[in-house]
T-cell receptor
Framework: NAGVTQTPKFQVLKTGQSMTLQCAQDMNHNSMYWYRQDPGMGLRLIYYSASEGTTDKGEVPNGYNVSRLNKREFSLRLESAAPSQTSVYFC?????????????FGDGTRLSIL | AQKVTQAQTEISVVEKEDVTLDCVYETRDTTYYLFWYKQPPSGELVFLIRRNSFDEQNEISGRYSWNFQKSTSSFNFTITASQVVDSAVYFCALNFDNDMRFGAGTRLTVKP
């Protein structure tokens, strides 16, 4: 039972390069989320998809784009990476949108931008 | 605006001690959910508990207990008889309509 799978686990980019982080869940969840975790700041929501076909901005969306490819997959794209985007990125999913359902997280992608 | 404050950045205890992790939140909404997550050294995030704003009953699960007090906007987490395996970063979070706000986390170290 894989749960939420993120690829890659580690990546190093140069400033200005583009990159897509992949996320897939096998729990038949409707809602999916992307967060970034920076030291001393907890997790911050970048984008979410309450259901297939919809996406919405979270707290820190600038510099990112997302695609809800199907019910299982939700990707996060950095079009022109900047050093400020160095972070650990977590994908999560939940049964439904709104605030009720607990979110289940992937193992994270550690991204460094030089 | 929604905000979660975990004032304790780091706590260190000796095994078998009890420890309480504080969480204070701010919101103007009347319906919301509060969560606690654990992040062990391996890095994954593990869901521990959910509480909705209308349910102020305290909850106990084994050595873990949670105290939700709406009057003080607090949702504190107590570990009784701590163990080395409890060493982790613990996050409190507040969720309203997909807007999930996490606190900065409390790093708990339990020494043998």
């Amino acid at each position: 039972n894989a749960g939420v799978t993120q690829t890659p686990k580690f990546q190093v980019l140069k400033t200005g390069q583009s990159m897509t982080l992949q996320c897939a869940q096998d729990m038949n969840h409707n809602s999916m989320y992307w967060y970034r975790q920076d030291p001393g700041m907890g997790l911050r929501l970048i984008y979410y998809s309450a259901s297939e076909g919809t996406t919405d901005k979270g707290e820190v969306p600038n510099g990112y784009n997302v695609s809800r490819l199907n019910k299982r997959e939700f990707s996060l794209r950095l079009e022109s990476a900047a050093p400020s985007q160095t972070s650990v990125y977590f994908c999560a999913s939940s049964t439904s949108g709104g605030s009720r359902s607990p979110q289940h997280f992937g193992d994270g992608t550690r991204l460094s931008i030089l | 605006a929604q905000k979660v404050t975990q004032a304790q950045t780091e706590i260190s205890v000796v095994e078998k001690e009890d420890v309480t992790l504080d969480c204070v939140y701010e919101t103007r909404d009347t319906t919301y959910y509060l969560f606690w997550y654990k992040q062990p050294p391996s890095g994954e995030l593990v869901f521990l508990i959910r509480r909705n704003s209308f349910d102020e009953q305290n909850e106990i699960s084994g050595r873990y207990s949670w105290n939700f007090q709406k009057s003080t906007s607090s949702f504190n987490f107590t570990i009784t008889a701590s163990q080395v395996v409890d060493s982790a970063v613990y996050f409190c979070a507040l969720n309203f309509d997909n807007d999930m706000r996490f606190g900065a986390g409390t790093r708990l170290t339990v020494k043998p």
